[in-house]
């Protein structure tokens, strides 16, 4: 855990619960119609009242199980305050709203707190609570945990909201790493090497990113800190190293590696020292490595059969076999869930590149797109969601979508006039 992480734990109490909450599973698909008004402000910064409602609003709309109601049909005066048990439920039901989130912010000497009701409408109850010590600086962590709370009591799951997405952006004729809020806010540039910096991929902590850069005019592995952003470069030779990845334990790495006309799988040591060759590939071009979410297994693009397809091999190298069977002879990009129930890979098909779905040995696929390119799929951490590039709603240009494991929800999340590349979804953070 890094220090700015003992120091959040330190200043934001864990959430206090205030009723006795039952887990609601809402069926048939249908979005659930909720209300967000602002908040009572019993003293404080009254823009802290309206800053929380509306990122949980925006976390909620973004996970596809709500429909957020719109202010403006709110009877109620904005930021009134009553003691949730007191509320007019009338003049909630007949906005159609069936649950209705309130609050209030008292100010102290330290910082804030904020007490967080979740009520069910048709019953007229409140049904979950939460408080949170923090201060100014953490507003949007503490939205973001009290709309993880509303998550897990409708499906029994927290969400991921104040996760956190990498990715390379293209500013002028480079490619620099950047990083934003898993709704596409708050983004921060994180290189600025005026080269390539490439497939970005989160450490265990959250705190770290290892990526491939072309800032000494040949590729290699660098790592940058987040919060700092120091790098450290982690290879120094003439192969070309891609694809990397953290394993678990944060001090090893797999990657791909390309010398001459082989491209090889391997497993590297934090200082960029070869640990095993994983793939021997003898003129076969095997890239893209991810491995399973218990480490056994490592599922990877090889050409091996003739056109690029999705492999599955164990994490010692051995028993590969193939797991793309879909019309397309052309398949790449493969990510494991990390629920270990599916794999996502980008497919050649309908005129463009599309993202497909399948169970962990190519069985039950499905197509997930089928208007534009699509290509750079990832996980969310709790298999939810995935994050990938798309040209949907500007042909030519990538910018990153959002959509539900099903297909379902698609929301566009950057919008940069050069293009956007490769996301990779960072770990919750506690």
């Keep these: 855990m890094s220090f700015k992480s003992l120091l959040f734990v330190a200043l934001l109490a864990p959430a206090t619960l205030l009723g006795q909450t039952d887990i609601y599973v809402r069926g048939s698909g249908k979005l659930f119609p909720i209300a967000l008004p602002r908040l009572c402000t019993m003293a404080g910064d009254p823009q802290v009242a309206r800053d929380i409602p509306e990122i949980v609003s925006r976390d909620l709309d973004l996970s596809g199980y709500f429909e957020v109601l719109n202010p403006n049909s709110f009877i109620e005066a904005p930021g009134k305050c009553t003691a949730p048990d007191a509320t007019a439920f009338t003049d909630w039901t007949v906005i159609g709203a069936e649950g209705l989130v309130r609050g209030e912010i008292v100010a102290e000497p330290s910082g804030i707190r904020v007490k967080m009701y979740l009520l069910d409408v048709q019953r007229q109850k409140v049904v979950l609570g939460k408080e949170y010590v923090g201060d100014y600086s953490q507003v949007s962590k503490i939205a973001h945990r009290w709309a993880n709370e509303v998550m897990k009591f409708f499906t029994g799951e927290s969400g991921v909201f104040g996760t956190q997405i990498a990715y390379s952006s293209r500013v002028g004729r480079f490619k620099e790493l950047f990083v934003m809020d898993m709704d596409g806010s ?3 540039q994180l290189t600025n090497e005026k080269a390539l910096a490439l497939s970005a991929a989160w450490d265990p902590s959250g705190s770290r990113l290892l990526y491939t850069s072309y800032r000494n005019r040949q590729p290699d592995l660098f790592e940058v800190d987040v919060f700092s952003r120091a790098t450290r470069q982690v290879t120094k030779n003439s192969a070309l190293e891609v694809s990397p990845k953290y394993r678990k334990d944060g001090r090893s790495i797999l990657a791909s590696v390309s010398q001459g006309g082989d491209s090889d799988i391997v497993l590297l040591d934090n200082g960029g020292r070869l640990v095993q060759k994983l793939t021997r590939s003898n003129g076969v071009i095997d890239v893209s490595p991810s491995y399973s979410p218990d480490e056994s297994q490592i599922i990877f693009t090889s050409n091996r059969a003739g056109n690029p397809q999705i492999y599955v091999m164990g994490a010692d190298g051995g028993g590969a076999h193939r797991v793309s069977f879909v019309n397309s ?4 990009d493969p990510r494991w869930s990390p629920k270990g129930d599916k794999i996502v890979f980008v497919c050649r098909a309908d005129a463009g590149f599309n993202l497909f779905i399948a169970n962990p040995d190519g ?16 996980w969310s951490p709790d298999g939810r969601y995935l994050v990938f590039a798309t040209t949907f709603w500007s042909r030519g240009t990538f910018h990153l979508a959002l959509m539900r494991a099903d297909g379902s929800g698609m929301k566009e999340l950057t919008k940069s006039r050069g293009g956007d590349f490769e996301p990779s979804w960072g770990p919750l953070i506690p």
């Design 186 to 188: 708050n983004v921060r």
């Design 363 to 378: 069985s039950s696929p499905m197509q997930l797109t089928s208007s534009g390119d699509n290509e750079d799929p990832d």
């Design 329 to 332: 002879n052309y398949c790449t």
